[in-house]
């Protein structure tokens, strides 16, 4: 069973900039399109980008469009979430999972906070 592991969260003020790494266990990772998800306080998890096994297909949500990157190393069995000019409305707890279906059980986490 793959297991996920968040990381790279943090306080950061608006406008600044943060890199969130998913790290995941087992050999079968490459062959799984990945996704990142957010959840603010008192809401519903949403979706914010996604990336195919090989890494040349991406997608975002409009909230997140031109200020997020998606990527991913195969060889590093990790999916990275570069944010940059970020806002106060992208603060929330950042999972990576499988798409489209969440296929693998959640990691903790990493906790994304942006101050005014």
């Known amino acids: 069973q793959v297991q996920l592991v968040e990381s790279g969260g943090g306080l950061v003020q608006a406008g600044g900039s943060l890199r969130l790494s998913c790290a995941a266990s087992g050999r079968t990772f490459s062959s799984y399109a990945m996704g990142w998800f957010r959840q603010a306080p008192g809401k519903e998890r949403e979706f914010v980008a996604s990336i195919n096994w090989r890494g040349d297909s991406t997608s975002y949500s409009n909230s997140v469009k031109g200020r997020f990157t998606i990527s991913r190393d195969n060889a590093k069995n990790t999916v990275y979430l570069q944010m940059n000019s970020l806002k106060p409305e992208d603060t929330g707890v950042y999972y990576c999972?499988?798409?489209?279906?969440?296929?693998?059980?959640w990691g903790q986490g990493t906790q994304v906070t942006v101050s005014s």
């Open positions: 999972n499988t798409v489209p279906q969440s296929r693998l059980s």
